[in-house]
Nanobody, 123 residues
Framework: QVQLVESGGGLVQPGGSLRLSCAASGFSLDDYSIGWFRQAPGKEREGVSCISARVGSTYYADSVKGRFTISRDNAKNTVYLQMNSLKPEDTAVYYC????????????????WGQGTLVTVSS
């Protein structure tokens, strides 16, 4: 069964950090690019950061550049998103997603979605 399971969300104060994890099962990260998308209340889902299947090329949305870092551990079939200097506008449900090799962080190309994990940045 192809599955993505996220963990690591929660409540954090502005300026704080969180690390999200995405564990894949039923397929290999060698065959798919993995990314993080987020959806805030009343807003469309957007690509935050993605990493390519083999080369490890990365994409970051302008709003998170310099603050978020995506990484991949193929041995554990897991992708991580380290989020630093969090802001209230980062509050959203974060979804892990798998897309075939090619253009990164393209919503319509996603083939597998995780269930989502809520990140709340508030004092």
């Amino acid at each position: 069964q192809v599955q993505l399971v996220e963990s690591g969300g929660g409540l954090v104060q502005p300026g704080g950090s969180l690390r999200l994890s995405c564990a894949a099962s039923g397929f290999s990260l060698d065959d798919y690019s993995i990314g993080w998308f987020r959806q805030a209340p009343g807003k469309e889902r957007e690509g935050v950061s993605c990493i390519s299947a083999r080369v490890g090329s990365t994409y970051y949305a302008d709003s998170v550049k310099g603050r978020f870092t995506i990484s991949r551990d193929n041995a554990k079939n897991t992708v991580y998103l380290q989020m630093n200097s969090l802001k209230p506008e980062d509050t959203a449900v974060y979804y892990c997603a798998a897309e075939p090799p090619g253009r990164l962080c393209t919503l319509l190309r996603v083939e597998v979605w995780g269930q989502g994990t809520l990140v709340t940045v508030s004092s």
